[in-house]
Nanobody
Framework: QVQVVESGGGLVQPGGSLRLSCVASGSPFRIDVMGWYRQAPGKERELVARTGNGGSTNYSDSLKGRFTITRDYAKNTVYLQMNSLMPEDTAVYYC?????????????WGQGTQVTVSS
């Protein structure tokens, strides 16, 4: 069973920056995809960014340029650098990990970390 733990959320002023971290642990198998989703009050959960094996990345079109995802494959850790934050970025940010093994897909979610952008 994979455990996914996020950290780094908090309160930041508009225009500020935050860096989120997420560690996936507990499995001897490779984590194929790690990424970040977010859910604002009253809205559906949406993709922020994800990164797969080989360094491929996908971003939400609306966030590209302000957010950057990076990954440390040796540590099964993924980071989300968020710059020029705006109040509409306020949400719970969830880390997601995906494994593909023996023809099956396994997905794991963290508990979420709150990001609040407010003056």
């Amino acid at each position: 069973q994979v455990q996914v733990v996020e950290s780094g959320g908090g309160l930041v002023q508009p225009g500020g920056s935050l860096r989120l971290s997420c560690v996936a642990s507990g499995s001897p198998f490779r984590i194929d995809v790690m990424g970040w989703y977010r859910q604002a009050p009253g809205k559906e959960r949406e993709l922020v960014a994800r990164t797969g094996n080989g360094g491929s990345t996908n971003y939400s079109d609306s966030l590209k340029g302000r957010f950057t995802i990076t990954r440390d494959y040796a540590k099964n850790t993924v980071y989300l650098q968020m710059n020029s934050l705006m109040p509409e970025d306020t949400a719970v940010y969830y880390c997601h990990a995906l494994q593909r093994r023996f023809g099956q897909t396994y997905e794991y979610w963290g508990q979420g970390t709150q990001v609040t952008v407010s003056s």
